[in-house]
């Protein structure tokens, strides 16, 4: 099989790999607190309908029941773009609202990561002193027809916090509601690195050939690096900016890695041939034949062992 065969066979096998995936998120969310003001006392239910994430923004549609007017809260995470007035009684408020919300994004464990989606409302004018959230976790809920493709539901919690401004000298009463989140590790690993997999399988077999076919070992290495940094630049394009390395990229450098000892070793038994030093040759290939196939897997068991 020529250099140029085993090219084409490998970038075709990872064709299927290659692709970019998004995630859907479409979930119902209930929340309930109650609002403590004065004597006075003030319930708001809302449901998160349907989620779209894009690096730190998060799209939210909300429905909102309460008895209180809706002008005096605010989203701290985020802005109400639209707001929708559909039940509007003296004891009833029933809007519907859609909310560019910001939620910090921590991808240095993609694609084993855990992420926490919150919700934070905060009165516009009413001091801590004047009105205080009391989450009712009784009424507080997430439903169970939630179906959150690519994802699981670890829980979530409603809790209320104190929000200083201390430049002048006020606090308000903050509602939070968390939502706990993480991918399925068994899909995650599939589809991040199988690809990874091939790739040094590929390179491992590389080291079976003969030394006398060199040029073609040096050409399975140099087909293994286009499709590492292909795969690469795949996983890359499927995340927001980040300034620091996720466990992936950390994965891809090993691959580099053991790629670049490869094209080490098959340029040192290319030089060896040349200056005719056979035996040498034949004792560096006879101890790196089979070896590599163990050695190579227990570096990469260890790094996820460590990383992980």
Not at 80 to 94: G, H, V
Not at 271 to 296: D, G, P, R
Request: overall charge negative; glycine content about 4%; aromatic content about 14%.
């Amino acid at each position: 099989m020529t250099t140029t065969s085993k090219m084409t066979t490998t970038n075709n096998s990872l064709k299927n790999y290659l692709q970019a995936f998004s995630i859907l998120l479409l979930f119902i969310l209930t929340i309930s607190f109650s609002a403590q003001a004065s004597s006075s006392l003030s319930s708001e239910t809302s449901k998160m309908s349907a989620l779209e994430d894009k690096a730190d923004e998060v799209q939210v549609g909300l429905y909102l029941d309460k008895a209180c007017d809706f002008g005096s809260f605010e989203f701290m995470n985020g802005r109400a773009s639209s707001s929708e007035l559909i039940i509007d009684e003296p004891n009833e408020k029933f809007y519907r609202i859609q909310v560019n919300m910001n939620s910090p994004v921590d991808l240095k464990q993609y694609p084993f990561d855990q992420q926490r989606m919150d919700i934070i409302l905060e009165n516009k004018d009413k001091t801590i002193e004047q009105l205080k959230y009391i989450p009712l976790k009784a009424e507080t809920g997430v439903d169970s027809d939630i179906a959150f493709t690519g994802w699981n539901i670890e829980g979530w919690k409603a809790s209320s916090k104190k929000h200083e401004y201390s430049i002048y000298g006020e606090s308000y009463s903050q509602y939070v509601f968390s939502l706990y989140i993480s991918r399925l590790p068994l899909s995650s690993f599939f589809k991040t690195f199988l690809p990874i997999f091939f790739i040094v399988l590929l390179v491992l077999f590389s080291f079976i050939l003969d030394p006398d076919k060199i040029t073609t070992r040096l050409g399975m290495n140099g087909s293994s690096l286009v499709a590492a940094v292909m795969f690469h630049v795949s996983i890359s394009n499927q995340l927001p900016p980040v300034g620091y390395l996720t466990f992936a990229d950390k994965v891809m450098i090993l691959t580099y890695f053991v790629l670049l000892i490869s094209f080490i070793i098959n340029i040192l038994l290319l030089e060896l041939q040349e200056n005719k030093k056979t035996e040498l040759v034949n004792k560096i290939h006879h101890y790196t034949e089979y070896s590599m196939f163990a050695i190579v897997p227990v570096i990469y068991v260890l790094f996820f062992m460590y990383f992980i």
